[in-house]
């Protein structure tokens, strides 16, 4: 029995010394009586027992917690304002694990794992300023859950995997500032009408949705005229024609200055080119299908060094973005100018996933311009620079 509980001890000690560090600890603010508590490289909540009962903030990051039980943070709910559980791997939470967090202003969740998102979460928690869900593979919300949120402010929910929602839900939130919903696989139509509701409830929707405004207020202005109704393809036909009108206005200012023999060498030479149309297609369903094709291709060329790559100049719009492991091992990524430190990151995780490696990019620092900077919204938000020379570090000790 004696060897028994030696080797046991031994198998023990070793276990632990290869697995990957825990790191807590409590810092208390008495100036402003906060109380915060801090957590990295769990695998469960168990360590939440140091916790004190009277924190004010618990971060916990930088860890692997597939699931949040029930009633997880009840016994902090009478002086928690802020749960940060970002990067934790969490894929599933229970009904009831926020439970009892009825003071709680600030709930940040991104750069998790989760598919789906459900009313029960947010009972009792009507004080709830701030929801953070970005960066992870939500497909599905529930459109109730904006009833129990009457106070919500800040929403972010970019970067996942929502095609359609309710814009409707969002009237429930009358004290809503700030939205930011880009980067999801959105159809046309529900992204119109989402960014009207939002427009007519005074909400900032972010700065990335701004190249949309004029298609936004065609697109309006189609379906008022009585072209249509959102989804139908009609109104799109309509935004082509508007297009195309503008388009032409602006070539013809200056029609007077042109040269008449070379003008009218051009019109025959657009007359022999011109395809007979042979699909049945109006002139303007066929112009919109022309440029949805385009569209679909620009984009790939645009971040590629093809033959007929987009960029003014390759070598300054594509910076390289180093990925190190600790051991030195590199993983190139070009990337264009025009994408967000965000983005970026999240084609680095599906990059590592597609090719099955096991780096766990979710310790990042990013290098930029000369300064280490934590990986917070501040620095996902930030818009990538032709200058810039980007690297971004993993830490792979798992």
Same mark, same amino acid.
């Given at each position: 029995?004696?060897?028994? @509980? ?17 790191? &807590? ?16 490289? @769990?695998?469960? @909540? ?9 924190? *004010? ?12 039980? !029930? ?9 928690? /304002? ?67 949120? =009457? ?25 809503? $500032?700030?939205?930011?919903?880009? $980067? ?25 949705? %701004? ?12 379906? %008022?005229? !009585? ?6 393809? /009609?109104?799109?036909? &309509?935004?082509? %024609? $508007?297009?195309?009108?503008? *388009? ?5 200012? !200056?029609?007077?200055? %042109? ?22 297609? *109006?002139? #303007? ?13 620009? =984009?790939? +060329? ?31 990524? =070009? ?6 430190? !965000? ?12 090719? #099955? ?20 919204? +501040? ?20």
């Amino acid at each position: 029995m004696k060897y028994l @509980l030696t080797v046991f001890f031994i198998f023990d000690l070793f276990a632990n010394i290869v697995a990957r560090p825990i790191s &807590c600890q409590t810092i208390i603010n008495k100036r402003d009586n906060r109380v915060s508590f801090y957590c990295t490289g @769990l695998t469960n @909540l168990v360590k939440l027992e140091k916790a004190w009962a009277n924190s *004010t903030s618990i971060e916990i990051s930088d860890s692997n917690i597939p699931n949040i039980p !029930g009633h997880s943070f009840a016994r902090f709910g009478a002086t928690l /304002v802020t749960l940060d559980l970002h990067g934790s791997g969490i894929q599933t939470i229970d009904f009831l694990a926020f439970v009892g967090l009825t003071k709680l202003e600030n709930l940040l969740l991104w750069g998790n794992k989760l598919i789906y998102v459900y009313k029960d979460w947010f009972i009792y928690m009507s004080n709830l300023k701030t929801l953070d869900l970005s960066f992870n593979s939500i497909q599905v919300m529930d459109y109730a859950l904006f009833e129990v949120l =009457p106070n919500l402010r800040n929403f972010y929910f970019d970067y996942n995997e929502i095609r359609y929602i309710d814009f409707s839900m969002f009237a429930n939130l009358r004290n809503l $500032k700030n939205v930011k919903f880009e $980067k999801n696989p959105w159809n046309w139509g529900f992204r119109a009408r989402l960014t009207w509701q939002l427009e007519n409830q005074h909400v900032k929707y972010g700065e990335d949705w %701004e190249d949309w405004a004029w298609m936004n207020h065609v697109i309006k202005e189609c379906v %008022e005229n !009585g072209y249509g109704e959102i989804p139908n393809d /009609v109104i799109l036909d &309509c935004v082509v %024609e $508007k297009l195309l009108n503008y *388009t032409y206005e602006i070539f013809t200012t !200056g029609i007077v200055y %042109e040269n008449l023999e070379c003008s009218k060498r051009a019109r025959q030479l657009v007359r022999c080119m011109r395809p007979k149309n042979a699909t049945g297609n *109006t002139d #303007n369903e066929t112009a919109r299908r022309i440029l949805e094709y385009y569209t679909a291709v620009l =984009p790939t +060329m645009s971040r590629s060094h093809s033959r007929f790559t987009m960029s003014w100049n390759a070598c300054k719009c594509h910076p390289i973005v180093t990925i190190h492991r600790l051991e030195g091992t590199r993983l190139k990524i =070009p990337i264009s100018h025009f994408e967000t430190v !965000g983005y970026l990151k999240q084609r680095v995780f599906n990059l590592l996933d597609e090719e #099955n490696k096991n780096w766990k990019p979710e310790r990042m620092r990013l290098w930029l311009r000369g300064f280490y900077m934590e990986d917070n919204r +501040m620095i996902s938000d930030y818009k990538l620079s032709p200058k810039d020379q980007i690297m971004l570090l993993l830490d792979d000790r798992y």
